[in-house]
């Protein structure tokens, strides 16, 4: 499952410790990514392939189908993921200056979703999904003299059966140094 073309120049397996430390913020029973691959793309942008379970939802009867929170909470989780790896990594443009303390500081307060869409073209089943997050561009901003990075981001998620959401979101990197 691919969200677009772009050439891979360099893929990373699952990092565990990293994983874990990224869900650290989220209630136990809201974990849902359990691996993530990040891979390097031109023009120092990164997308990252992830497998989850939602055992149960963490706020509402079971649906029998991934619903659209859980799709923000499942872009977060691989969000995050993209970002610390790819900081550790220094895949970047626009974050080449963070370390993982930098990501650890900024995780919660300052990265920021400034708009999210979905669209589900068939259900997808919260217990075995797969997904995709694809950072299209990151350009810096200075509105008002405060430096501001703002991120154009791609996703996907489906399943065996044939379910599929995808979707499109930007992201805002507030208090950005």
């Not at 995780?107 to 997808?124: G, H, K, M, N, Y």
């Not at 703002?150 to 499109?168: L, S």
């Amino acid at each position: 499952m691919t969200v677009t073309g772009a050439a891979v120049l360099r893929t990373y397996a699952t990092d565990k410790a990293l994983l874990s430390r990224v869900l650290v913020p989220y209630k136990k029973h809201c974990r849902y990514l359990l691996t993530a691959e990040v891979s390097a793309l031109p023009d120092g942008l990164a997308r990252v392939e992830g497998a989850f379970a939602i055992s149960e939802s963490c706020y509402i009867e079971d649906t029998g189908h991934l619903n659209a929170v859980e799709v923000n909470i499942a872009y977060n989780q691989m969000m995050y993921y993209l970002v610390a790896k790819s900081v550790q990594e220094g895949l970047l443009a626009g974050l080449q200056s963070w370390t993982l303390e930098d990501f650890w500081a900024h995780q919660l307060p300052d990265i920021l979703i400034a708009r999210f869409t979905s669209r589900f073209q068939r259900p997808v089943n919260p217990r075995d999904f797969h997904g995709e997050m694809e950072l299209r561009s990151m350009d810096r901003r200075s509105p008002g003299g405060k430096p501001l990075l703002m991120a154009t981001t791609t996703y996907r998620y489906g399943d065996v059966q044939g379910g599929r959401c995808d979707g499109d979101a930007t992201l805002a990197f507030v208090n950005f140094t």
